[in-house]
């Protein structure tokens, strides 16, 4: 994420997973009233929170409306509240007010909702109530839009995550299996600008379904000529380079030349970096912190060797 002037200045960035997991687990324990964790989406900002803080959490994801939020705030009073993926909360002026006082400085904390009467007498609600709730915002963007929202940054500790691409890398070898895909991106690490840990798991479910897991990742940062003179050194088929000049050339998108100008660009000038695996095979259990899994075994079921 590059600096921006929509951040609040004391924002902080971290470009680790052992400091993120530091201010997480200090969450966790108490010792922070109100977390707010910003960075690009795939890097894994939500899982970390989730292990750190376990079952015992209120996590509130997605669309999610001042007033849900509310009602969710009063059923899991006292418990630590997680707003995931809400990012457009805090342009919402009932939303901004609900985040204040819920990151009040106060150990106890007073939320009032004064509309929607129907809806609360039907979901058994107060207008008003007191909570003990910590707070943590995880999101992929934030804009200081206002001085509303300049109060609520001013109530917590506002963190940057800002991983580099090698930094993600060695994170994905804590959990996933497959070496030669791992490799793969290891080759192609100096090539890539913003990496996700989606890319893992996006490509072991190509290559279980015998599709072209490499081409997915190398679109994930490279297009147009460089893009197909890294898909004709993955290539097995042919033996030699000189087989991919040729085919390069058959397909109209430049001589020799411009095949050779790419290629070189996309060495890298240090070996890829050699980090083991923690694991050989897929997960035989559950993972519910690991968004990417999840989305596989709705697909093939339960994960396996085979």
């Not at 010792?31 to 890097?43: A, K, R, T």
């Amino acid at each position: 994420m590059p600096p921006s002037n929509r951040l609040p200045a004391h924002a902080v960035r971290v470009p680790t997973y052992a400091e993120l997991e530091q201010y997480v687990r200090a969450f966790a324990a108490g010792h922070l009233n109100l977390l707010m964790i910003f960075g690009p989406p795939g890097v894994g900002k939500s899982r970390c929170v989730r292990q750190a803080l376990g079952s015992q959490v209120c996590w509130i994801s997605g669309q999610a409306t001042p007033l849900g939020i509310y009602l969710q705030a009063y059923e899991h009073r006292h418990q630590p509240l997680v707003l995931d993926d809400v990012d457009g909360l805090y342009a919402d002026r009932s939303g901004i007010r609900l985040l204040k006082s819920m990151a009040q400085t106060e150990k106890t904390k007073t939320l009032g909702w004064h509309t929607a009467a129907g809806v609360l007498h039907r979901e058994g609600v107060p207008r008003r109530f007191t909570t003990t709730s910590r707070v943590a915002l995880v999101g992929n963007d934030w804009k200081t839009l206002n001085a509303d929202v300049a109060a609520l940054e001013d109530r917590g500790h506002v963190l940057i995550f800002e991983p580099t691409a090698l930094e993600v890398h060695r994170h994905a070898a804590s959990w996933f299996w497959d070496a030669e895909i791992f490799d793969f991106v290891a080759d192609h690490l100096h090539l890539i600008a913003q990496h996700s840990l989606r890319t893992y798991g996006h490509a072991w479910e190509l290559k279980q379904a015998e599709l072209d897991w490499q081409q997915a990742v190398l679109c994930r940062y490279l297009t147009g000529t460089a893009l197909l003179v890294a898909r004709l050194k993955a290539n097995p088929s042919f033996a030699r380079e000189a087989e991919r000049v040729r085919a390069f050339i058959q397909s109209g998108a430049g001589c020799r030349a411009t095949y050779f100008q790419h290629a070189k660009k996309l060495r890298s000038g240090a070996a890829p970096p050699k980090i083991p695996l923690s694991h050989t095979a897929p997960p035989t259990e559950a993972i519910p912190n690991t968004d990417h899994i999840d989305q596989l075994r709705k697909r093939f079921g339960q994960l396996g060797n085979g």
